[in-house]
């Protein structure tokens, strides 16, 4: 199956493209530059395409980007710290981001001809991003069969939908992500900060799944007291 795998730069998707790389046929990283708070992680995803051997498409959807006010990720908002189970994480959802960006990669799979798009969402995001959850997932599916219908079909590859983060470490292991390379930190900094979200998630999957977690973090301890307090029923 002809793919193209939607990067980010992040632990996710990257480790989603070494999977593809490995069982399917991978055609090509997309990415996009939607304003977010840093690009940094779109270098980790130009270059894990490099690594991989495949063209790297970076569409700029800035202009859509800035009219998606009130996140932390794309305006001037304190992003919070803490575990994605905190009230306090809602800051950091982007309105409709993800139905945006695959309706242009479908697009994009359309014209290029290929069989799948491959996204990288995955069960611990459900609690806090609706275009995270499999119900979205199916009905996106749905809606792309009417709207590609005559132009050959392009599947919604989500692997990674019904399982939490610790599970894509595990796989992206399996797969010989280069951990090292990818970036999560919602801040940018020179090092992971250790307490944003996201790297809370990502500290505490690498400790879950048993892998050696490779990453710098500023305040590698925080992610603990961060945990404590939401059990996996509350989280997921």
């Known amino acids: 199956m002809r793919t193209i795998v939607i990067c980010s730069g992040g632990l996710?998707?990257?480790?989603?493209?070494?999977k593809i790389a490995a069982e399917q046929e991978l055609v090509g990283l997309l990415s996009?530059?939607?304003?977010?708070?840093?690009?940094?992680?779109?270098?980790?995803?130009?270059?894990?395409?490099?690594?991989?051997?495949?063209?790297?498409?970076?569409?700029?959807?800035?202009?859509?980007g800035r009219h998606l006010t009130g996140s932390a990720l794309t305006d001037d908002i304190?992003?919070?710290?803490?575990?994605?189970?905190e009230e306090t994480m809602k800051a950091t959802v982007v309105p409709n981001r993800n139905a945006i960006m695959l309706a242009i990669a479908f697009g994009l799979a359309s014209a290029q001809k290929a069989d799948a798009v491959a996204v990288a969402v995955h069960g611990g995001d459900h609690f806090i991003y609706p275009d995270c959850r499999p119900g979205f997932i199916d009905?996106?599916?749905k809606m792309q069969d009417e709207a590609l219908d005559g132009?050959?079909?392009?599947?919604?590859?989500?692997p990674y939908v019904d399982?939490?983060?610790?599970?894509?470490?595990?796989?992206?292991?399996?797969?010989?992500?280069?951990?090292?390379e990818t970036w999560s930190c919602y801040k940018g900094g020179e090092r992971h900060?250790?307490?944003c979200g996201t790297c809370v998630e990502r500290r505490e999957a690498f400790h879950l799944a048993g892998v050696e977690d490779p990453t710098e973090y500023a305040d590698p301890d925080f992610w603990r007291a961060a945990t404590s307090r939401f059990s996996a029923e509350e989280i997921r």
């Open 12 to 18: 996710d998707s990257v480790s989603l493209a070494q």
């Open 32 to 64: 996009f530059d939607y304003g977010q708070r840093h690009r940094k992680e779109l270098d980790f995803a130009a270059a894990c395409a490099q690594r991989l051997g495949v063209p790297h498409q970076l569409i700029d959807i800035t202009g859509v």
């Open 78 to 85: 304190d992003v919070p710290d803490g575990h994605y189970a």
């Open 139 to 141: 009905a996106f599916q």
């Open 151 to 158: 132009y050959g079909a392009v599947k919604l590859y989500a």
């Open 163 to 180: 399982v939490p983060k610790a599970a894509i470490v595990a796989d992206g292991a399996r797969h010989g992500t280069p951990f090292g």
């Open 193 to 195: 900060c250790g307490r």
